[in-house]
T-cell receptor, first 110, second 113 residues
Framework: DQQVKQNSPSLSVQEGRISILNCDYT??????FLWYKKYPAEGPTFLIS?????DKNEDGRFTVFLNKSAKHLSLHIVPSQPGDSAVYFCAASVTDKLIFGTGTRLQVFP | AAGVIQSPRHLIKEKRETATLKCYPI?????VYWYQQGPGQDPQFLISFYEKMQSDKGSIPDRFSAQQFSDYHSELNMSSLELGDSALYFC????????????FGQGTRLTVV
């Protein structure tokens, strides 16, 4: 049973435009959400997080939005750059573990 | 800045052998997490430790065991290896448990032949 879902396995965006990556979760006990970026054969790199008491967190080009009633979060990247091309995982935290989504492969083309 | 160090980076073992993966957390981090990522899959949580005590357990096979030592480094011991154990094994560390960012190491690629 996948508690954290990323329904879009891939996304292709033109450089300079906005990338929107979506994530849905089922467990209402999750209280902290994170986005990680991952290149092949490397460990996930932390990008941005949000607590369940907030609905938005912004860090430079990255903004995460949380809609608790819909159990949905999204990551916006504005403007998208070719170096953003990677697999993006959302993760949800409960107790002492992170539950990862299945990932979305983002490709930013010139 | 120091990051999470995992060793070895690559490991090849035969079926039924044992393997030990090591993880050295970021200095002062007291929580360690282990994840297994198979080809084309998301990282699956195996086990975590906080202050040298097991704090949570995921889909870790009984053939695997882990511990966190007094210096906060952790080792994942895998016995009776199977072909299906071939995967990337990631370790992450954080300061405290719960709502804190976890930082990942580069991973150990285990290949069982």
């Amino acid at each position: 049973d996948q508690q954290v879902k990323q329904n879009s396995p891939s996304l292709s965006v033109q450089e300079g435009r906005i990338s929107i990556l979506n994530c849905d979760y089922t467990n209402s006990m999750f209280d902290y959400f994170l986005w990680y970026k991952k290149y092949p054969a490397e460990g996930p790199t932390f990008l941005i997080s949000i607590s369940s008491i907030k609905d938005k967190n912004e860090d430079g080009r990255f903004t995460v939005f949380l809609n608790k009633s819909a159990k949905h979060l999204s990551l916006h990247i504005v403007p998208s750059q070719p170096g953003d091309s990677a697999v993006y995982f959302c993760a949800a935290s409960v107790t002492d573990k992170l539950i990862f989504g299945t990932g979305t492969r983002l490709q930013v083309f010139p | 800045a120091a990051g999470v160090i995992q060793s070895p980076r690559h490991l090849i073992k035969e079926k039924r052998e044992t393997a030990t993966l090591k993880c050295y957390p970021i200095p002062r981090h007291d929580t360690v997490y282990w994840y297994q990522q198979g080809p084309g899959q998301d990282p699956q949580f195996l086990i975590s430790f906080y202050e040298k005590m097991q704090s949570d357990k995921g889909s870790i096979p009984d053939r695997f065991s882990a511990q966190q030592f007094s210096d906060y480094h952790s080792e994942l011991n895998m016995s009776s290896l199977e072909l299906g154990d071939s995967a990337l094994y990631f370790c992450a560390s954080s300061l405290g448990a719960g709502n804190t960012e976890a930082f990942f190491g580069q991973g150990t690629r285990l290949t069982v032949v």
